[in-house]
């Protein structure tokens, strides 16, 4: 991913309404409609805008089936912030495993915090 394309996942990942969106489809796929009813305090309209942006960021990856949208998670945009972001700050990752659109299981890689915080230090990274 190119810089402009992170951003983009950042400015999708800033909202506290399209984090509670991913939270939901962590366990599968939902239709839009499914995502709509987990918000009773949103428009159907506000909630269609919140998933265009998880959409642009690719955060979110929708299949049309019919008259019904299929919404899932694409794990790759996170890959992408874990291995230029996180590992640059000395956050690592650990194994895990995610369900895809079509059901089934990817391994991708978890973000834990820092074990010793002692180790995270501005000298760490800028001295050789």
Known sequence: MNETEIDQVWKALSDP???????????GSKTTTEIIELFPDLTRFNVMKH???LRTSELVLTEVEGRRRINSL?????????????????IFSEST???TKDGSKRNVKRISK???????????????
């Open 114 to 128: 820092l074990k010793n915080k002692k180790d995270f230090g501005w000298r760490k990274y800028t001295e050789p």
């Open 51 to 53: 998933l265009d942006v």
């Open 97 to 99: 495993t995610m369900r």
């Open 74 to 90: 694409n794990p790759e945009p996170f890959e992408a912030i874990q291995s230029t972001w996180f590992q640059r700050f000395g």
């Open 17 to 27: 309404t399209r984090r509670r969106i991913l939270e939901s489809l962590r366990d």
